[in-house]
């Protein structure tokens, strides 16, 4: 079964259009994450809930919007897409304080490639 | 701020040699993380190697190691043997403790294994 993980994994769409991508764990973790990787492969956070709340907001648009309906989902719907959305989207997941008390892995899903004409 | 600088965007290496990546950070939190991710051409996000910023001994996973110079503030990726599967984006990222729980990831390296 896999960890993380996200659908659609590939996504093509018109400037304008409202898309939302999923991503479910299977871990039981606490915490989820969202992530943009751009063309030139740089990886920034854009959200983080902890247990369906709020945590992480890093300066996105509010075109962007998350929704958590429980702790193992954490779905992504972006409004009125534009060109520069297009990238490449994880969903991530980890437990609560992992980073310090486990090996620290942050569990990634597949991605999912978002391309907008 | 945190901030994680990968200054290599592009390595090339033999395959059976050791390769050096380097990744340098910079923080005034005493209490951090480091970590190295690898990314293959498929995509998916895989990680490699921890640090902690209080652990007294270098990481080590297999063929990883984590060459951890507190003073200097860098954390390389040392690769031994490297194999053709190897070839791949590599990214060094940082979290810092008590903070926000979120990894800030470099820019990456590409590494190439050549036969």
């Known amino acids: 079964d896999t960890a993380v993980s996200q659908t659609p994994k590939y996504l093509v769409t018109q400037m304008g259009n409202d898309k939302s991508i999923k991503c479910e764990q299977n871990?039981?973790?606490?915490?989820m994450y969202w992530y943009k990787q751009d063309s030139k492969k740089f990886l920034k956070i854009m959200f983080s809930?902890?247990?369906?709340?709020?945590?992480i907001n890093e300066t996105v648009p509010n075109r962007f919007s998350p929704k958590s309906p429980d702790k193992a989902h954490l779905n992504l719907h972006i409004n009125s897409l534009e060109l520069g959305d297009s990238a490449v989207y994880f969903c991530?997941?980890?437990?609560?304080?992992?980073?310090?008390?486990?090996?620290?892995?942050?569990?990634f899903g597949e991605g999912s490639r978002l391309t907008v004409l | 701020a945190q901030k994680i600088t990968q200054t290599q965007p592009g390595m090339f290496v033999q395959e059976k040699e050791a390769v050096t990546l380097d990744c340098t950070y910079d923080?005034?939190?005493?209490?951090?993380?480091l970590f190295w991710y690898k990314q293959p051409s498929s995509g998916e996000m895989i990680f490699l190697i921890y640090?902690?910023?209080?652990?007294?001994q270098n990481a080590t996973e297999g063929r990883y190691s984590l060459n951890f110079q507190k003073a200097r503030k860098s954390a390389n990726l040392v690769i031994s043997a490297s194999q053709l599967g190897d070839s791949a984006m590599y990214f060094c990222?940082?979290?810092?403790?008590?903070?926000?729980?979120?990894?800030?990831f470099g820019k990456g390296t590409k590494l190439t294994v050549n036969p």
């Open positions: 991530a997941s980890s437990q609560d304080n992992s980073f310090w008390e486990n090996t620290g892995e942050l569990f």
């Open positions: 871990l039981g973790h606490d915490t």
């Open positions: 809930y902890n247990n369906k709340e709020l945590i």
């Open positions: 923080t005034s939190d005493p209490s951090y993380g």
């Open positions: 640090q902690g910023s209080y652990d007294q």
């Open positions: 990222a940082m979290c810092l403790q008590g903070g926000s729980e979120k990894l800030v």
